[in-house]
């Protein structure tokens, strides 16, 4: 159970009737939602606003007109500034240095991220809000770069759509666990709809519960001419940890198979060695082995 908890995180695809109309993989976006190429759009020019390259073009650009106002040549100005003659030229026939910032937005280099943009818009709109997740979509569809690089291109989108909503966190292990060792009509509707649910959604915990329900019934039946057939189906799905329970049985098949089928029983035995144990617990120390004895057969 705890090896495929996570299972339980994931949102089904199952719509949850079949009956109602054909759900649509990309949900229609109203006209209040936001638009998330318009989104990045924007973040990428706010960017570009703000970086360093937008910086130091505002910073040459007054340099330069500062010289040229005062008179100094186009080749000096590059020798003062260090900057090649047509770099000096551009920035001298500039009207304002929001043209010279134009044309770097325009042609500002690629990101890695570019070609993988739609695919990233796309799982957004559908809800799919975990950077986590679509990053290791990208990267199975290609993508070389970074985790942060992608976490930057998502971070507009959370603030223009607000925090993605809370998901409901699946019921604990030992809760779950709880379930499948019971019978199934001993638990009342929400928890067998819940178990219901946990079934639909990971196959592996689905083979469990059938295989428990079976040794149970097996066990209280004293049914151990089904041991075999329920070893061979337990061995036949992908299920280490029962694989690991079944080995067990086989290492001492022949009381198990007994202990499945006939009405004795150790209890009593077992009863009678843990009685011992708490009696030489309590004189410890205390008494001989003549009082230990004569207290282990006393009746009471």
């Known amino acids: 159970m705890t090896r495929h908890h996570p299972c339980l995180t994931v949102p089904t695809t199952e719509p949850a009737d079949q009956t109602a109309a054909e759900p649509t993989v990309e949900p229609a976006r109203s006209e209040s939602s936001p638009d998330l190429e318009q989104i990045a759009a924007q973040e990428a020019q706010r960017q570009a606003e703000q970086g360093r390259l937008v910086e130091r073009t505002r910073q040459r650009y007054d340099q330069v007109q500062a010289l040229r106002a005062d008179g100094v040549g186009i080749k000096a100005i590059g020798r003062q500034l260090g900057l090649a003659r047509e770099t000096v030229r551009r920035f001298a026939r500039a009207d304002s240095v929001e043209d010279l910032l134009a044309t770097a937005r325009v042609g500002s280099r690629p990101s890695i991220l570019d070609p993988f943009t739609a695919h990233l818009d796309q799982r957004w709109s559908e809800g799919c809000t975990s950077a986590t997740q679509l990053f290791a979509e990208v990267k199975a569809l290609g993508y070389s770069g970074t985790y942060a690089t992608l976490r930057g291109y998502l971070r507009p989108f959370r603030t223009a759509t607000g925090p993605a909503p809370t998901p409901v966190r699946p019921p604990k292990v030992?809760?779950?666990?709880?379930?499948?060792?019971?019978?199934?009509?001993?638990?009342?509707?929400?928890?067998?709809?819940?178990?219901?649910?946990?079934?639909?959604?990971?196959?592996?915990?689905?083979?469990?519960?059938?295989?428990?329900?079976?040794f149970g019934d097996m066990l209280t039946g004293r049914h151990g001419h089904r041991l075999d057939a329920w070893i061979a189906a337990v061995e036949a799905d992908d299920l280490p940890e029962l694989h690991s329970y079944a080995n067990g049985l086989k290492r001492d098949y022949d009381a198990v198979r007994n202990g499945l089928t006939l009405a004795h029983s150790s209890g009593a035995v077992e009863g009678q060695v843990n009685r011992i144990k708490m009696l030489k617990r309590q004189m410890f120390g205390r008494a001989n082995l003549d009082l230990l004895r004569k207290r282990i057969l006393h009746p009471t």
């Open 174 to 214: 030992r809760t779950i666990t709880g379930w499948i060792l019971r019978r199934f009509t001993d638990l009342d509707p929400d928890e067998q709809n819940n178990l219901g649910d946990i079934r639909r959604r990971c196959p592996h915990l689905d083979a469990v519960v059938g295989h428990v329900a079976a």
